[in-house]
């Protein structure tokens, strides 16, 4: 009984940590995309100011 209570505790845990740790990381990638892009976009920008 012992061993199953563990068991169910570890796999909660596992769990609780994905719920976190997932979201976390999809932020962080959306975060990355986003400083990367943003730099293409000033650039574009600065070609279209010396162009008018």
Do not use: C, H, R
């Not at 962080?28 to 400083?35: C, Q």
């Not at 730099?39 to 010396?50: A, H």
């Amino acid at each position: 009984m012992k061993a199953l209570f563990k068991y169910l505790m570890i796999g909660l845990l596992l769990i609780v940590a994905a719920l976190i740790v997932i979201p976390l990381l999809v932020l962080a990638g959306l975060f990355v995309w986003l400083k990367l892009t943003e730099e293409g976009d000033e650039e574009s920008l600065e070609l279209d100011q010396e162009n008018v």
